[in-house]
Nanobody, 120 residues
């Protein structure tokens, strides 16, 4: 049974940091790209970052480039999203999802999400 479980969200002040984790089970992480998405209240879901399986290439939305870093630990079947210099506009529910071999392919399984709130 394929499962993705996000953790690490919480309340943080502007300028602070959080590290989100996406723990995968039921499949071998090595063969899949993993993406991070977010959805703020009243807004559409947007892609934040992705790490491919093929060569470990990483991709970031312009809004988070230079502040967020995605990484993967295949031995732990876990993908991380390190978020630094957080801004109030980063407030959203963050989801991880399983993609294809590359980040350009579609996503078929999603986690339940973890809330990130950036506020003073």
């Amino acid at each position: 049974q394929v499962q993705l479980v996000e953790s690490g969200g919480g309340l943080v002040q502007p300028g602070g940091s959080l590290r989100l984790s996406c723990a995968a089970s039921g499949f071998t992480l090595d063969y899949y790209a993993i993406g991070w998405f977010r959805q703020a209240p009243g807004k559409e879901r947007e892609g934040v970052s992705c790490i491919s399986s093929s060569d470990g290439s990483t991709y970031y939305a312009d809004s988070v480039k230079g502040r967020f870093t995605i990484s993967r630990d295949n031995a732990k079947n876990t993908v991380y999203l390190q978020m630094n210099s957080l801004k109030p506009e980063d407030t959203a529910v963050y989801y991880c999802a399983r993609g294809g071999y590359r980040c350009s392919e579609g996503y078929d399984y999603w986690g339940q999400g973890t809330q990130v709130t950036v506020s003073s």
